[in-house]
């Protein structure tokens, strides 16, 4: 992850950011990323004091995590409380962002005087 906000700046300072297909297609393939990066932590905590217990080198007890229930009950609040708030801030900026005309100064209800690959017609000169 970090190297591909390594690579990320890199495409920046040269000008390549919204080009560089292959940063793209790393950043793609990055996506679930974070998700194992939680998963593996989980793993090695849980993994690595399975054999001290299972060998009689700690009681079940000792294994355990030290932390009563209101401890967890109150991480668990404070997690979703910060991931529901984030959540709707994104979703409030995404709603303003739709809500605004877009950049092109002209009215939303403005047509294009003409379509993409034609030319009007030549100008007829004379009485006709």
Do not use: C
């Not at 190297?3 to 560089?20: I, P």
């Not at 355990?64 to 984030?86: E, M, R």
């Amino acid at each position: 992850m970090f190297g591909l906000g390594l690579l990320s700046l890199v495409a920046r300072v040269r000008g390549k950011l919204y080009d560089w297909r292959g940063l793209h297609w790393l950043a793609l393939l990055m996506g679930p990323s974070g998700f194992v990066a939680v998963i593996s932590g989980w793993v090695v905590t849980e993994v690595g004091r399975q054999p001290y217990t299972i060998y009689g080198l700690l009681t079940t007890a000792q294994s355990a995590s030290p932390l009563a229930a209101p401890a967890v009950g109150t991480s668990l609040a404070a997690f979703a409380l910060v991931y529901i708030t984030v959540f709707g801030a994104g979703i409030w900026y995404l709603l303003k962002l739709m809500g605004q005309p877009s950049g092109d100064g002209l009215p939303a209800n403005h047509a294009p005087e003409r379509a993409a690959g034609l030319t009007p017609a030549a100008a007829m000169i004379g009485d006709g």
